[in-house]
Nanobody, 124 residues
Framework: QVQLVESGGGLVQPGGSLRLSCAAS????????MSWFRQAPGKEREFVAASKWSGDTTYYEDVKGRFTISRDKTKNNVYLRMNSLKAEDTAVYYC??????????????????WGQGTQVTVSS
């Protein structure tokens, strides 16, 4: 049974940092694109960052320079380091996995597996 389990969310002040983790199990994900999405209240889910199966990374424009995605393929883990957090970063953050070859990784439709989400709240 495939599972993606996120952790590391919480309440942080503006300008602060958090590190999200996603532990994947049930299969080997080394050939998968692993990504982070987020959904704020009343808004649609949006792409945040991807660690492609090829090793490349890509980011949503609004988080470039502040967020860093990384992965440990030996442990099937993916991480999202978030610095200089803003109130507008408040959302539920989801980890997702898509098989190699799916190029529309900005779209949630490309992903076969999802975690349950972890809440990130940026507030003073």
């Amino acid at each position: 049974q495939v599972q993606l389990v996120e952790s590391g969310g919480g309440l942080v002040q503006p300008g602060g940092s958090l590190r999200l983790s996603c532990a994947a199990s049930g299969r080997t994900f080394s050939s998968y694109t692993m990504s982070w999405f987020r959904q704020a209240p009343g808004k649609e889910r949006e792409f945040v960052a991807a660690s492609k199966w090829s090793g490349d990374t890509t980011y949503y424009e609004d988080v470039k320079g502040r967020f860093t995605i990384s992965r440990d393929k030996t442990k099937n883990n993916v991480y999202l380091r978030m610095n200089s957090l803003k109130a507008e970063d408040t959302a539920v953050y989801y980890c997702a996995a898509a098989p190699a070859g799916r190029t529309s990784y900005y779209s949630g439709l490309a992903y076969d597996y999802w975690g349950q989400g972890t809440q990130v709240t940026v507030s003073s």
